[in-house]
């Protein structure tokens, strides 16, 4: 049986196994369960938001109360129907998220999970302060979903309700994971620089993942209104945002399977401990939160990954990474009109930079011609990477012009480089190691593709994936990894990684490629390879700019040299007179002896 | 409101402003130090209130147990670890700075356990029983994982907030304590009618800030501390153990909060877990700096202070909740003033 077949046939049980579960269990277990539901939908959207998206909050409960206290109010007060309070509730959820959103996602590392505690602190606050909502004794006589007529009155009709809903997140969820977006949610883990210079907006990114996870709490909040029947301020206090928050670590919080785990690992161990600590205090209800705090501490200096990355530890292979579909697709993605040869691409004009009172680039002034192959090279500290920083627009010049193609890049984006045609690579690689090398090289694809979140959330994108997946496949192969295409890329050897990212520099169809020490790691029959495949795509138009310290394969592939020193530029020239220039003989050496 | 009313607000505003500005800089000093967001910082300053509080009632602390819990631990941690790298050469010293020193206020505690004991017995003792609660939270809950990413650091400090606030509600119990004042009466300056309290808690909180300077400035140990803030690496190169450093950052915090405690509890009610909503206005003070600014994170400490006296006039059953929400036109002004700042890299996995 494929691996395939047994992940469907598991599905298949699982799928039955709840169907029946309400006729087997008894009342206690279903409300646990349903319970389990509701935790789920929080945690999901942190898994999205934290495991995936890089972002930490510790405000989510606050939503979830968002969501519960609109359609408790429209449902009781208004006495409107429980269904326009779902969509008051997603609305409200969506729209509070969206302007908390705009105002702190710009902010970096440690700031945003920081003032998640003082907006969901403040919500939580406002609950129990309006006369409206009942203040700190709430609202009751919540009204029960209805659907078709028929009320969802006891915890056995909830619990297919509350289920489907769940069915339906890790479904939408899921897609969207694997879909272009979703990628691009997972490549902000770990640094902006990669995201921006794919031509991915970060900012645009979280505030979605963002959007969709207080949505989940949301439509979290519209169940336990229901259910409950009864909502009051306490459950969505800091302690309950932590909570779910435990919840998306425990269960493994890069995996959409983790929200269930973990909000099943939680409630149940919940259950257990109000269970089992009276026999041990008096005070039980202090204890819990003791131990919880406890347990949860134990789990992050021990085991950060959570328990999914465990069991997937333990399962075969062929379960873990799915065989790559080899499915040649015969659209192609839009292509670029190359510069005609020898036509100047990049011009630098007296560009310096300075970081403080040191000049990192003094200066320098060169230009690359289209079809072209030049080498940037110069000892330790010469200034070659951030030079490639400020034409890709990762930093901005202190003085000096930067064009392409007529183009005026000073001070630009990466995002704008990109779009110019500039594509590259970098001399820390950056790859995101827990994705494979295809989904890596993938990324590259995103400024030539289109898809949207909702199409790769309801799976609307199928053949625009299917022609980036084979773009991204025939880069994979040229570079000599198509063994290695479902592999996680953070498996490789270091210098296979560099091959990833000029795949995936490529895949983004460059009319100048920038390849920062591509060399570096790789054997010689590698690097024979390497040279054979610059030499190709220079030849197919690509104009390729190249910082390299083994000098044979600088020799080998330049067809000018540009050499750099302390910042200036000391010599520019063809590769023979660069290796008899006296100057660079001097700067390498130390001088002739 | 007229002009006696302002008055009042802003004296009211300038006191628990005074308390923010300790705790903002108490914030920064933990956070540059070890990476640390040390949420239970404002734990802390329930239990020095709550400690000088029960001594004032004749009761034994609660705290005492907490320090007995904390040294087993610590020893035990330190015991495995010896054994682990085989030097029990080492054990007896590693017994007296996590053993006997936690240890040492707890018995004397329990030998003036029913005495009523004047305030220059109980304030020195509230300050012994609360001063080895930092580092030895440090060497238990954040030394093990001293290199994990700021966000991992953050989660473990918020579960160990919960936990350290949920033994307070166990050792002293859901009511609200409250201590005698320290001095009474009051100043006339201007015709300004100004109360002796008032003038200590900011005269003691200033000198306490430029004490903390000093001590950056002109120790050793402060030199340490500031090097480790700066660079962990380059510290270590240099020959400063970082470890000693984190657990003095936790010291000096456990200092700040004691002071702050013994200062707040004749001032308000305090309960278990009113250090946390304390901490957490301090907290939004230090964000105003950046977390890196000592002065800035003092100035939003006293802003802080004066928009929560201010809102508690014009929307009392708001106050709260407007004093958390100000954090995020503070983060907006923050992020227009950097905004020209190149990206952030953060390589975390």
Known sequence: MSAAAIRSLALAVICLAMLVAPAVLGDFSVTLLNYVAIYTLVALGLVLLTGCGGLTSFGQAAFVGIGAYATAYLSTTLGLSPWLGLVAALVLTSVTALIIGVITLHLGGHYLPLSTIAWGMAIYLLFGNFDFLGRYGGISNIPPVSLFGYRLEHMTQVYYLVWIAVGAALLVASNLLRSRQGRAIRALRGGEVLAECLGINPFKIRLFVFVLAAALAGLAGWLYAHMQKFVSPAPFDLRAGIEYLLMAVLGGSGYVAGAVIGAAAVALSKNWLQDLLPYVTANSGNLEIVVFGALFILLLQHSRGGIVPLVLRYLPQAARAPAVPHAPSADRLPVRTMPTAGQQLLVLKGVSRSFGGLIAVNDVSFSVNAGELLALIGPNGAGKSTTFNLITGVIPPTSGTISYGGRDLTGASPRVALAAGIARTFQHVKLRPAMSVLENVMLGAYSRSSSGFLAGALRLDRAEEAIVRAAALRQIARVGLAEQASTAAGNLALGQQRLVEIARALVADPSMLMLDEPAAGLRSREKAALAELLKAVRDAGTAILLVEHDMDFVMRVANRIVVLDFGKKLAEGAPEAIRKNPAVQEAYLGGVA | ?349
């Open chain 2, 1 to 349: 409101m007229n002009l006696d009313i302002a008055i009042l607000l802003i004296e009211d505003g300038l006191a628990s402003g005074a308390i923010y500005v300790l705790m903002a800089l108490g914030f920064v000093l933990v956070f540059n130090v070890t990476r640390v967001i040390f949420v239970p910082f404002g734990d802390l300053v329930s239990y020095a209130a709550l400690t000088l509080a029960s001594f004032q009632l004749q009761r034994t602390p609660g705290t005492i147990w907490l320090l007995v819990t904390l040294a087993a631990l610590a020893i035990l941690l330190e015991v495995l670890r010896l054994y682990r790298i085989g030097q029990f050469a080492r054990l007896p010293r590693a017994l007296v700075v996590w053993g006997v020193l936690p240890l040492l206020p707890v018995a004397c505690t329990l030998l003036l356990d029913g005495f009523a004991l004047p305030s220059y017995v109980a304030i020195p003792l509230t300050f012994a029983l609360i001063l080895p609660i930092g580092p030895l939270l440090y060497r238990i809950v954040f030394q093990p994982i001293a290199n994990a990413p700021v966000l991992v650091l953050l989660m473990v400090s918020v579960a160990l907030h919960f936990a350290v606030s949920g033994l307070a509600l166990m050792y002293f119990g859901p009511e609200g304590m409250r201590t005698t004042p320290l001095v009474q009466g009051a100043f006339d300056l201007f015709g300004i009618a100004i109360s002796a309290s008032l003038l200590l808690i900011v005269g003691v909180a200033a000198a306490l800030s430029i004490a903390l300077l000093l001590f950056f400035r002109l120790t050793l140990t402060g030199k340490a501390l500031l090097a480790t803030a700066s660079n962990r690496e380059g510290a270590r190169l240099v020959g400063i153990r970082t470890a000693t450093t984190s657990a003095a950052a936790f010291l000096v915090a456990g200092i700040i909060a004691t002071v702050a405690g013994v200062l707040i509890s004749p001032m308000t009610t305090i309960y278990y877990d009113t250090g946390l909503i304390v901490g957490l206005k301090g907290f939004v003070g230090s964000v105003a700096g950046g977390f890196v600014s000592y002065p800035l994170a003092a100035l939003g400490g006293v802003i802080i202070g004066q928009v929560e006296s201010f809102s508690s006039f014009y929307a009392s059953a708001f106050k709260e909740a407007i004093v958390f929400a100000a954090v995020i036109p503070v983060i907006l002004a923050r992020w227009l003033w950097a905004s020209n700042a190149h990206i952030e890299e953060h390589d975390e996995e």
